[in-house]
């Protein structure tokens, strides 16, 4: 009803306006004063997150999405190799897991049977799996070792959006507590990231707050037949999802690409007026990755396309090149997924609406799928 959608004409719109608080939430009672992560509620013992050898994120959809995110994140703070897997392709290999292997299942609903089958497998082989999950009491926390719930509350559009903003928050907080609890050689930039972190729901506040550009962006391509999406290192899951968001929502063709990956095929597929999303890493901090990404948005570019191109504020570099320039706000690289999704997620729930499509419950979907 219209009282449900508290004065949105949706539920998606509801849901992404809520992210601030969905974030904030996610991360309240997590960290202490001295800026150390406190996440006595993961009930994995200290001795087994510091003897795993090895991650391995399981997940679907947007999650997945998350779970690729994630991957950056626990490797660079904790050195531990970890692997992201479809969950519906995860058991049918064979995968090798013992009892030093964390697993982490990533589900908004606790309730996706392939990845429930995936948890299963894992624990038959003895591996520890912990959950992230925004239902409480649903079957896959039940089922698993431990879990770190996200507090997005109840996410009711099918496609997800703000229980994905709070699996990126809880994934860093797992990265940044295994890096404590191990002891890594970025206790220092752990700190910095943290202080970051606590503060970044007022950056996507402020990414809501500028999103009228997008959405006039978005209504001006509704009769498109195509949209691609590049990105690098975390951009590039970001990429994926701002694709999926539009396959979802407006049923449009909708790819995302590695950008240094453009060369190897996908730049056959630019022609005149392809409008193009670009998502640019921050200059500061990994500055190679920056130059990279402005040379291949030149590349697109002098091949017609359209470049819709999401850029730190401040990052001029790309000024010349962008047809369209939407800012968000400059966080560390890892944590930057925070910010740069939410003008995808704008722009997909209003070309669809432009489309004339039913954005909370999009053809064909369903909100949790509880068969394999
Ligand atoms: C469905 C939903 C997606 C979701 C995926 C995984 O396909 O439509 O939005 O990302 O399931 O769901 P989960 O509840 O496991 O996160």
Avoid at 38 to 65: M, N, Q, S, W, Y
Wanted: glycine share 6%; charged share 25%; aromatic share 4%.
């Amino acid at each position: 009803s219209a009282a449900e959608k508290g004065g949105y004409a949706s539920f998606m719109l509801k849901e992404i306006a809520e992210q601030p608080k969905a974030v904030a939430d996610t991360l309240l009672g997590r960290i202490d004063g001295a800026g150390r992560l406190t996440l006595d509620e993961v009930r994995i013992p200290g001795a087994v997150l510091r003897e795993a050898d090895k991650v391995v994120i399981v997940a679907c959809g947007t999650a997945f999405h998350a779970g690729l995110i994630a991957k950056y994140a626990i490797e660079h703070w904790t050195r531990i190799p970890c692997e992201v897997e479809l969950a519906s392709e995860f058991r049918y290999r064979d995968p090798i897991l013992d009892q030093r292997t964390l697993v982490i299942a990533i589900s908004q609903s606790g309730e996706t049977m392939d990845t429930l089958m995936a948890l299963r497998h894992a624990r038959e082989q003895g591996a520890k799996v912990l959950a992230v999950c925004n239902t409480n009491g649903s079957t896959i926390p039940r089922e698993s070792d431990a879990v770190l719930y996200t507090h997005a509350g109840p996410e009711v559009a099918v496609a997800s959006t703000k229980a994905f903003l709070t699996q990126l928050v809880a994934c860093y907080l797992l990265a940044l507590y295994l890096g404590q609890v191990r002891g890594t050689q970025w206790g220092d930039e752990i700190h910095a990231v943290v202080r970051d972190l606590a503060r970044i729901g007022d950056d996507v506040e402020r990414v809501l707050e500028t999103m009228e550009p997008v959405r006039a962006l978005a209504r001006s391509l509704a009769d498109k037949d195509t949209v691609l999406f590049l990105g690098r290192h975390v951009g590039y899951p970001v990429a994926l999802e701002g694709a999926l968001k539009l396959k979802e929502l407006a049923y449009m063709h909708a790819e995302g690409f590695a950008a240094g990956e453009l060369k190897h095929g996908p730049i056959a597929l630019v022609e005149e007026d392809l409008p193009v999303v670009v998502v640019v890493p921050s200059p500061r901090g990994r500055s190679v990755l920056h130059d990279k990404i402005v040379s291949n948005i030149q590349e697109i570019r002098a091949r017609g396309a359209r470049t819709i191109v999401i850029a730190e504020e401040g990052d001029d570099a790309v000024v010349p090149y962008a047809d369209h320039l939407v800012r968000i706000p400059a966080t560390p690289t890892l944590l930057q997924p925070l910010v740069a999704t939410v003008p995808l997620q704008v722009f997909a729930c209003e070309l669809a609406t432009a489309r004339g499509n039913e954005v909370d419950q999009p053809r064909n979907l369903a909100k949790s799928v509880t068969v394999e």
